[in-house]
């Protein structure tokens, strides 16, 4: 639990950039005053910049929050705060250029816009080390210490507790180690006890109130690294890695220093708060211009299917989608009518199960494009993780099951980079990267990046 007075000086820093950014608007106004006569043109009245407040003033700290100002840091040095606050200055002044350019009626001076950039750079500097210095001193008190769990007993681990110790103004107390080789009899590292094994992560982290963990073990395998990742986001707990152990997981995530030692900074990645609706405007709009454009190639291919081997030309397969929900996936039918709906897929070009037109249609990823129609519906994307038969989801370890956070997709990672030519763990790494990193942008190169590997025909079979 948060102690009351770090969201007090939150509050308290909110304020004050408050009144710092009206300074800096309004002492521009009065630069720009006082060179009235060297420029030889007057400023509008001051008057007019003093209602405008409110609209400088909230986007100017929203952009700052934004960007993580107001939020706590532990390990973010002096120079990285201030790194921060320059990239939300810059986003401020664009956001106050674009209102004085679309409300023109505002009539705010060019340089009266640009001084009040540079003054509030100034001012919120001054700002950010003020209470930058004010938290490390409450952390450095020990009023404030965010109680850690470690797993790892070892020389990493050791190492990891004596850079904790010697920067107390981080603000971390350890409150014991974890370690599957330590027995019931295990010693103390480094003052600090040894409580169990990995499998009393989820047991001593409640009862001991742990907010982070930190993993300083590098013999850990990457399925019990995820299932730490996991038992993690479950309690709501940050995980941290002493050195990139996961190159999968660490893609796109915060290294963060303690002295010269580096961690990284593992668990739940949430996409922008509008990305759900933008993907799902941008599923139902490639989904209708597909259809439309691939319109007669769908018919040819049912007609041809048809001609060319007794059945029906598309086939239905259940699958599992989004939060374990079962659906119909559609395909054009490539192999005998008679083979079984669950059987494995082919692994090579010339299995006698596919016919020799459906051979043709897999090589050219056609016989997947009727799965527009579950675009459509809501049931798959065209970009996420390919959608399996429950039979394999059935089988699914609980880290696994973490595909099914985000919809299906007609195409994706494994299908541009490996398809089916890698093994089925390295499949799986790529669509947690997905997961973890997507974005309309990642969609949009995805599936540009799809028409290159179905050209190229590697792995499909």
Same mark, same amino acid.
């Given at each position: 639990?948060?102690?009351?007075?770090?969201?007090?000086?939150?509050?308290?820093?909110?304020?004050? #950039?408050?009144?710092?950014?009206?300074?800096?608007?309004?002492?521009?106004?009065?630069?720009?005053?006082?060179?009235?006569?060297?420029?030889?043109?007057?400023?509008?009245?001051?008057?007019?910049?003093?209602?405008?407040?409110?609209?400088?003033?909230?986007?100017?700290?929203?952009?700052?929050?934004?960007?993580?100002?107001?939020?706590?840091?532990?390990?973010?040095?002096?120079?990285?705060?201030?790194?921060?606050?320059?990239?939300?200055?810059?986003?401020?002044?664009?956001?106050?250029?674009?209102?004085?350019?679309?409300?023109?009626?505002?009539?705010?001076?060019?340089?009266?816009?640009?001084?009040?950039? %540079?003054?509030?750079?100034?001012?919120?500097?001054?700002?950010?080390?003020?209470?930058? @210095?004010?938290?490390?001193?409450?952390?450095?008190?020990?009023?404030? #210490?965010?109680?850690?769990?470690?797993?790892?007993?070892?020389?990493?681990?050791?190492?990891?507790?004596?850079?904790?110790?010697?920067?107390?103004?981080?603000?971390?107390?350890?409150?014991?180690?974890?370690?599957?080789?330590?027995?019931?009899?295990?010693? *103390?590292?480094?003052?600090?006890?040894?409580?169990?094994?990995?499998? #009393?992560?989820?047991?001593?982290?409640?009862?001991?109130?742990?907010?982070?963990?930190?993993?300083?073990?590098?013999?850990?395998?990457?399925?019990?690294?995820?299932?730490?990742?996991?038992?993690?986001?479950?309690?709501?707990?940050?995980?941290?890695?002493?050195?990139?152990?996961?190159?999968?997981?660490?893609?796109?995530?915060? =290294?963060?220093?303690?002295?010269?030692?580096? =961690?990284? @900074? =593992?668990?739940?990645?949430?996409?922008?708060?509008? +990305?759900?609706?933008?993907?799902?405007?941008?599923?139902?709009?490639?989904?209708?211009?597909?259809?439309?454009?691939?319109?007669?190639?769908?018919?040819?291919?049912?007609? @041809?299917?048809?001609?060319? $081997?007794?059945?029906?030309?598309?086939?239905?397969?259940?699958?599992?989608?989004?939060?374990?929900?079962?659906?119909?996936?559609?395909?054009?039918?490539?192999?005998?009518?008679?083979?079984?709906?669950?059987?494995?897929?082919?692994? $090579? @070009?010339?299995?006698?199960?596919?016919?020799?037109?459906?051979?043709?249609?897999?090589?050219?990823?056609? *016989?997947?494009?009727?799965?527009?129609?579950?675009?459509?519906?809501?049931?798959?994307?065209?970009?996420?993780?390919?959608?399996?038969?429950?039979?394999?989801? %059935?089988?699914? #370890?609980?880290?696994?099951?973490?595909?099914?956070?985000?919809?299906?997709?007609?195409?994706?990672?494994?299908?541009?980079?490996?398809?089916?030519?890698?093994?089925?763990?390295?499949?799986?790494?790529?669509?947690? +990267? +997905?997961?973890?990193?997507?974005?309309?942008?990642? *969609?949009?190169?995805?599936?540009?990046?799809?028409?290159?590997?179905? =050209?190229?025909?590697?792995?499909?079979?």
């Amino acid at each position: 639990m948060r102690t009351p007075g770090l969201p007090f000086l939150r509050r308290l820093h909110v304020a004050t #950039d408050c009144a710092l950014v009206s300074l800096g608007w309004l002492g521009a106004w009065a630069i720009r005053f006082a060179f009235d006569d060297a420029i030889g043109q007057r400023i509008n009245p001051f008057g007019r910049y003093v209602e405008a407040l409110p609209l400088v003033v909230v986007p100017w700290i929203a952009t700052c929050w934004i960007f993580g100002i107001y939020r706590a840091a532990r390990m973010r040095t002096l120079v990285d705060e201030l790194q921060t606050l320059l990239r939300g200055v810059a986003l401020g002044l664009l956001v106050v250029s674009a209102l004085s350019f679309f409300f023109r009626e505002l009539g705010f001076g060019r340089l009266v816009v640009v001084l009040s950039a %540079a003054n509030n750079l100034l001012l919120q500097g001054v700002s950010r080390v003020a209470f930058y @210095r004010a938290e490390r001193r409450m952390w450095r008190s020990g009023a404030h #210490d965010v109680p850690v769990l470690v797993v790892g007993t070892g020389v990493a681990a050791i190492r990891l507790l004596q850079k904790l110790q010697d920067h107390p103004e981080i603000g971390y107390r350890v409150v014991g180690l974890l370690d599957d080789a330590a027995g019931p009899d295990a010693k *103390d590292v480094a003052s600090h006890p040894v409580l169990g094994g990995l499998a #009393d992560l989820r047991r001593i982290a409640q009862e001991r109130g742990v907010r982070e963990v930190f993993v300083a073990d590098p013999g850990l395998g990457h399925t019990r690294m995820l299932s730490l990742v996991l038992d993690c986001e479950d309690l709501g707990t940050e995980f941290r890695v002493v050195t990139n152990l996961f190159e999968v997981l660490t893609a796109g995530t915060q =290294l963060d220093l303690v002295d010269d030692l580096p =961690l990284v @900074r =593992l668990g739940r990645q949430r996409p922008h708060p509008l +990305y759900d609706l933008g993907k799902r405007l941008f599923d139902v709009a490639g989904a209708l211009i597909g259809l439309g454009a691939l319109a007669p190639l769908l018919l040819f291919c049912a007609w @041809r299917i048809r001609r060319t $081997s007794p059945g029906p030309a598309l086939f239905a397969q259940e699958r599992v989608g989004r939060d374990g929900r079962r659906f119909r996936m559609w395909k054009f039918r490539t192999m005998l009518r008679d083979t079984p709906p669950a059987a494995v897929a082919p692994t $090579s @070009r010339h299995d006698p199960r596919v016919t020799a037109y459906g051979r043709w249609l897999r090589a050219a990823s056609i *016989d997947e494009l009727p799965q527009l129609w579950n675009v459509l519906r809501g049931e798959m994307s065209l970009v996420g993780p390919r959608p399996e038969m429950p039979f394999i989801v %059935a089988g699914y #370890d609980e880290w696994q099951r973490r595909r099914l956070a985000v919809k299906p997709g007609i195409t994706g990672l494994w299908q541009i980079l490996g398809r089916k030519d890698l093994p089925m763990h390295q499949n799986l790494q790529y669509d947690f +990267y +997905y997961i973890r990193n997507r974005s309309l942008a990642l *969609d949009a190169s995805i599936l540009l990046r799809t028409a290159g590997a179905v =050209l190229s025909r590697r792995g499909a079979f």
